[in-house]
């Protein structure tokens, strides 16, 4: 699933730059040269991140009501700041700014930290469907074999042969699909039902182990 865009400036040396980079983060592009027409796309599609040019006429009101309300709390906003520094003064500090003429190691720097951002979003609530062999002990218990249905940031959904039962942690392992990576973390039961399917949430989970999982989360989510 390819993350969107749009850039709001008249500056095409430095669109051109952006597209390149944006490009490289597998995040498409829209170009607007005047507000109005940015605002009237809004208004009709979503988009995940918003790059306005302070050098346009009017870009101060705009960035103004995109973090009042006009687009989502969660997409980030990033200001070019630019030459014109009576409009830059009167645009407020933004989810993420550089200045013009574009560095590209700051760009690269600003808009992968803005491209995590959007993801951390997206994957909070995102569930990647499997039918993967996953093991699970409760306690003193014997070893219950499963299967996993589904994998999120929080936990996974299982189904077991019976109905599973745990008062204390269990310990969940499986083998991250497409890869050499064995993922083992201790959870607690969050639902379970009469047929044997459940909803097991992360408690503790080795650092390495979890950013491993993450990055596996971005990929399948990108890509699917």
């Known amino acids: 699933m390819t993350l969107s865009s749009m850039v709001v400036s008249r500056d095409w040396q430095e669109i051109s730059v952006l597209e390149c980079i944006l490009g490289g983060l597998h995040i498409g592009v829209d170009v607007e040269a005047h507000p109005d027409r940015a605002r009237e796309k809004l ?13 346009l006429d009017g870009a101060a009101d705009f960035v103004r009501e995109l973090q009042n309300g006009l687009i989502n709390k969660s997409v980030p906003v990033v200001v070019l700041r630019g030459s014109r520094d009576h409009n830059s003064r009167k645009i407020q500090p933004a989810s993420f700014e550089f200045q013009k003429p574009i560095s590209v ?43 996993l249905l589904n994998l999120s ?15 204390g942690p269990v310990n969940v392992s499986f083998a991250l699909p497409g890869t050499k990576l064995s993922i083992k973390f201790q959870g607690e039961l969050a639902w379970t039902d009469n047929q044997g399917n459940a909803g097991i949430r992360f408690l503790e989970m080795d650092c390495e182990m979890k950013r491993n999982l993450q990055l596996w989360l971005e990929q399948q989510y990108l890509t699917d």
């Open 153 to 167: 940031q929080g936990g996974v959904g299982v189904r077991a042969h019976r109905t599973l039962a745990a008062a």
């Open 105 to 147: 190691e700051q760009a690269v720097h600003t808009l992968s930290a803005a491209r995590n951002m959007i993801l951390d979003g997206r994957l909070r609530y995102h569930r990647q469907a499997l039918d993967v062999p996953v093991s699970l002990s409760c306690g003193s218990h014997k070893r219950v074999t499963a299967n």
């Open 43 to 55: 208004s009709k599609s979503k988009i995940d991140a918003m790059i306005v040019d302070c050098d």
